[in-house]
C-alpha cells in the first residue's frame, strides 16, 4: 500500500521521503539532493507524511 501511495506523490516528495526514511540520510543530506534547505526539506517531509495519511483515512473509511 505505502508503495503504491508513494508513487502518487510528485516525485519530489516521493525522492525525499525516500532519502529520509529508506537511505537513513538527515534533513539535512535529504534536501541537498534535491536543492533544498534542510529546513524546507522537513516542511516538505512532513507535507508528504501527512498527505500519506490523508490517502490511508480516505482508502480505510478513517477506521484504525
Given at each position: 500500500w505505502v508503495r503504491a501511495r508513494?508513487?502518487?506523490l510528485p516525485h519530489e516528495?516521493?525522492?525525499l521521503?525516500?532519502?529520509r526514511f529508506v537511505q537513513g540520510h538527515s534533513?539535512?543530506?535529504a534536501g541537498?539532493?534535491?536543492g533544498l534547505t534542510?529546513?524546507?526539506a522537513h516542511g516538505r517531509v512532513r507535507r508528504a507524511?501527512?498527505?500519506l495519511k490523508d490517502l490511508g483515512k480516505?482508502?480505510?473509511d478513517g477506521r484504525p
Open positions: 508513494l508513487a502518487e516528495d516521493g525522492s521521503l525516500r532519502a534533513l539535512e543530506q541537498q539532493h534535491a534542510g529546513n524546507a507524511l501527512r498527505r480516505e482508502t480505510h
